[in-house]
């Protein structure tokens, strides 16, 4: 059982360590969705394609994920302090590297330099605490964390939207340079320089290799299928199996492998991780697409269409707590259910997106759809640690936040190529800034029922894990989004 103090408090110097640590939440929520805003902008900016400029997201995502659970064993070897830095400080410059970038090119690769230091930013937060901290104050300082990654969720869309419309697109990366400079200063004076965990531990860099190469060219695939690189897409297809198959392969006999296959034996383990992935998947397509409807069919100005975004991750805010807490007294299956049930009722109300669709009706989908994400979140959290063995809860944490980025990296890819399916293949090779209102608006429908699927196969997958009572002790391994 956990040990809980609601009533002790942090002192001044625990309560800075922790504000360090929630920076780095907080540019990671921030980065999640301030750079969707402005997709239209730099499609438009640097002349490319709608799918090709999906690869600003893509990029990125493919790195973070592949990098995830090596950048959480780097720490345990080297130490929690100067790796969190390290990373802090790649990100930074990854950060002004990509303000800085005259072409897609140079941004998609400035995106992949800001990724690896996002790796490691992501991985620690979470151990750091429990590292740095009591017990009893380590749900305290969790939920703070949790309240910077989604402030910084929340914040995106509107800081991003209006530094696009008042400055330009470069600036939704230069926001990131003081506070990343503010979280370095800060972390050299206040973070303690501990032993390292495991100093003798080795990196799995064969599978990291693998899961790179695998979910590489699994979005490569889901890119490039429509169009005139149909033949390249399914090779990349093709290859994707095969690399996951050999990673698979490889783990089972690895020495120190990055994921411990036995426990994916445990169905609840297995089928809630998937649910992860589906809901993120939903989630972040939804994110990708509603700035080229709110801005292309709409006619909406990119800083009022950042605000109106901002509808989603305010319902998340909302009910992800409350969510949290009743899963404590009635078990985390129900909530789920709900969470999944109420999302898909959000998409099927926003595939009948139109042109004449008010913005009123906009906001209230958009919640409704962060409402439904946030109640099945923080249970779906809860559920996996609690299905996980005390001695690997540090492994299945990075590995609920891989599954939540992997949803995040396929939300993107799939969600495009639904979106080309429907509009057809002239979506993958002009600017959708070329294309009437009704054929973006008719794609976008389909995009969204695409997500509508997602949830129903998440309620279904639900169904096959059998309820457990409530632990008590979900609020010490709650996992942030």
């Keep these: 059982m956990a040990e809980r103090s609601s009533s002790q408090k942090m002192s001044t110097r625990e309560l800075l360590i922790v504000i360090v640590i929630a920076l780095g939440s907080f540019m990671a929520g921030l980065d999640a969705t301030i750079v969707n805003i402005a ?11 709608t799918v090709t400029v999906s690869w600003v997201l893509n990029a990125y995502l493919i790195i973070l994920v592949s990098l995830l659970l090596a950048a959480s064993r780097l720490g345990d070897m ?11 400080a790649v990100f930074t410059i990854g950060s002004a590297l990509c303000g800085l970038s005259p072409d897609i090119n140079v941004l998609v690769l400035s995106r992949m330099i800001q990724a690896v230091g996002g790796a490691v930013i992501s991985a620690l937060g979470a151990v750091m605490v429990t590292s ?5 104050l380590r749900g305290q300082a969790l939920g703070i964390v949790a309240m910077f990654t989604m402030l910084g969720a929340a914040l995106g869309p509107v800081v991003g939207g209006f530094l696009t419309s008042a400055f330009s697109w470069q600036y939704i990366f230069f926001v990131n340079l003081p506070v990343g400079i503010l ?25 990291v290799a693998l899961v790179f190469v695998a979910l590489g060219t699994l979005i490569v695939g889901l890119t490039s299928i429509q169009g005139s690189s149909a033949v390249t897409g399914m090779a990349a297809l093709v290859l994707s199996v095969i690399f996951w198959a050999l990673f698979v392969a490889w783990e089972r006999r690895a020495k120190e492998p990055l994921v411990k296959l ?25 994110m990708v697409i509603m700035p080229f409807y709110l801005e292309l069919v709409k006619r909406i100005a990119t800083d009022n269409a950042g605000t109106i975004l901002l509808a989603l991750p305010v319902g998340m805010i909302m009910t992800a707590p ?9 078990g985390t299956k129900k909530p789920i259910i709900a969470g999944f049930l109420i999302c898909a009722v959000a998409l099927i109300l926003l595939s009948t997106l139109s042109v004449n669709t008010s913005v009123g009706h906009v906001c209230i989908y958009l919640f409704l759809l962060g409402a439904g994400t946030g109640i099945a979140f923080s249970p779906l959290n809860s559920a996996v640690m609690g299905e996980s063995p005390v001695q690997d809860r540090g492994m299945s944490s990075g590995l609920v936040r891989m599954m939540t980025n992997l949803g995040s990296s396929l939300g993107v890819a799939s969600v495009m190529l639904v979106a080309t399916v429907v509009a057809g ?51 010490e391994n709650i996992v942030g989004f």
């Design 39 to 49: 997709l239209p902008d730099i499609a438009k900016a640097l002349d490319v394609s």
């Design 78 to 88: 080297k130490g929690y302090r100067n790796i969190f830095l390290g990373g802090f």
């Design 132 to 136: 740095y901290l009591s017990a009893s």
């Design 183 to 207: 979280a370095i200063l800060l972390g050299m004076h206040i973070l303690p320089n501990l032993d390292p965990v495991t100093p003798q531990a080795k990196i799995d860099f064969p599978g």
């Design 262 to 286: 036995d426990l994916l034996s445990n169905r609840a383990f297995t089928l809630q991780n998937v649910n992860v992935m589906l809901i993120q998947m939903a989630m972040a397509g939804v």
């Design 322 to 330: 409350i969510s949290g807490k009743f899963s404590d007294v009635i």
């Design 425 to 475: 293949p002239k979506l993958a090779e002009v600017s959708a800034h070329q294309l009437p209102a009704m054929d973006l608006a008719g794609a976008f429908d389909g995009a969204f029922l695409f997500c509508m699927v997602l949830e129903v196969i998440g309620i279904i997958l639900m169904l096959g894990v059998r309820a457990k009572e409530p632990s008590g002790e979900a609020g």
